[in-house]
């Protein structure tokens, strides 16, 4: 009789028991309840506080950024300011020299090779002490490169000038080499410079690459009264891209050419008036080869260099130095230019001059080039299009590229060199003859 309580009894406290221990499980669940909500709260205050935290820093790079810019504006007036002083120092010395009525103002155009400039600059002061009233020398620096202004502020004998752009650069088309705008930008300050500023009626422009021949000076005085008499020339160059040993032979030839040389070149004041307004923005020496610019206009250029390129490191990237540059033959000869009569290079007479030359020349056909080799005396060719004038300049190592229709160093369509003697091979165009009045 007495089991059936106790079970009862049993399942009482078992009941109890269980309630008990259920609520426990609550309250300890309640208060990992609360914990877990603590937990987030200062979960979301901490994200909270970083954010805030991100945005502080955030702004402070901001402001850093604009600090830093503010900085480097500051450092450019610095030097700007600075290239003023050395102007105004080199003022009273640059009036004298414009008032002696110098030839032409020589201006080495520089950027960031020191070495180069140092080679250049000792090559011109090897001529230039005999001449250097008629010929005022400069250095023209495009940047900051500190080697390269210290190197060039070490010789007295130049004006230092010094171009700073802090103006973003926009490239026509992507991908585009930004060098060749700023050398445009700085071609047109440097220029602006000498003609406006300091009204020289020329001026000589040269690399820092270049080495000068022995009558550089002599070449330019002789050539600069051409220059001022003949309207149809926009230049006077003192190179030759055909100029390699084995097509040259006569230093004191020179000749007319439809295609720009540069690499040495000498521009007065009246071309620049007209050019500067319409200056590109980059590829300045390819734009002086459209016909648009050159409007029939022509170059004066020797037939053995006056300057050697030696820059295989560049904005260019050494392009057509081991092919073309290298073997250019620089002139060691003193010619007598004061003796020189260049009045057949004049508009009206060369074209005579010339086409008495290529009249005498001995036809061959395009497809018999080879030929040229085992004939004496003066050889003719003629090509019909560019490809078949790329095809006769690949099997004589002549230049084969054109710009806007006129291969390099080419007059009326003729590209003239030497071929490792006297005699002359003429590879004329289709309309070169018409162009010249030979029948």
């Known amino acids: 009789m007495h089991c059936p309580f106790d079970a009862r009894i049993l399942l009482i406290f078992g009941a109890i028991a269980f309630l008990v221990l259920q609520m426990r499980l609550f309250a300890t669940q309640s208060d990992y309840a609360d914990r877990i909500a603590a937990a987030v709260e200062s979960e979301n205050r901490c994200i909270s506080q970083l954010k805030a935290l991100i945005d502080q820093i955030s702004s402070q790079q901001g402001r850093i950024v604009s600090l830093e810019e503010q900085n480097k504006r500051l450092d450019t007036k610095v030097l700007q300011l600075s290239t003023r002083i050395v102007d105004f120092e080199n003022q009273e010395t640059s ?7 110098p030839v032409a103002a020589v201006v080495v155009m520089a950027c960031n090779r ?7 600059v000792q090559s011109i002061l090897k001529y230039h002490n005999s001449v250097s009233a008629k010929f005022p020398l400069f250095i023209s620096q495009d940047g900051t490169d500190q080697q390269v202004r210290l190197k060039a502020r070490s010789f007295p004998q130049f004006t230092y000038m010094q171009h700073l752009d802090d103006e973003p650069i926009h490239t026509q088309s992507p991908g585009e080499i ?3 705008y700023k ?4 071609y047109k300050w440097a220029l602006s410079q000498l003609f406006d500023r300091h009204s020289f009626s020329r001026v000589i422009i040269l690399e820092d690459d270049m080495e000068l021949a022995p009558d550089f000076f002599d070449y330019f005085e002789a050539t600069a009264s051409l220059l001022d008499k003949d309207s149809s020339l926009i ?15 006569d230093p004191e030839a020179l000749y007319r050419s439809d295609f720009f040389p540069g690499l040495g070149w000498m521009l007065k004041k009246s071309l620049w008036t ?3 307004p319409k200056w590109p923005k980059a590829y300045w020496d390819d734009w002086l080869r459209l016909n648009e610019t050159r409007k029939g206009r022509q170059f004066i250029r020797p037939e053995v260099c006056r300057t050697y390129n030696f820059g295989e490191h ?4 050494g392009q057509f130095f081991r092919q073309y540059l290298e073997t250019i033959k620089l002139n060691d000869v ?9 009045t057949y290079l004049m508009e009206e007479n060369y074209k005579k001059h010339f086409a008495e030359l290529v009249s005498k020349a001995v036809p061959v056909p395009a497809l018999e080039a080879a030929k040229a080799y085992n004939i004496d005396g003066d050889v003719r060719i003629e090509y019909d299009s560019q490809r078949t004038f790329e095809a006769i300049a690949r099997q004589f190592g002549i230049f084969q590229e054109w710009k806007d229709g006129v291969p390099r160093t080419a007059y009326k369509g003729v590209v003239v060199f030497r071929w490792q003697t006297s005699r002359y091979i003429f590879v004329i165009g289709p309309h070169s003859l018409k162009d010249l009045g030979i029948n």
Do not use: P
């Open 178 to 180: 930004i060098a060749y």
């Open 314 to 317: 560049g904005s260019s990237f």
């Open 274 to 276: 007209e050019l500067a």
């Open 183 to 186: 050398i445009a930008r700085h």
């Open 334 to 342: 003193q010619v007598n230019w004061k003796e020189e009569d260049l």
């Open 95 to 101: 009036s004298h020299l414009t008032s002696a009525q």
């Open 235 to 249: 230049a006077v160059s003192s190179w030759n891209d055909n100029g390699q040993r084995q097509f040259v032979q």
């Open 114 to 120: 020191a070495d180069y400039l140092d080679r250049t």
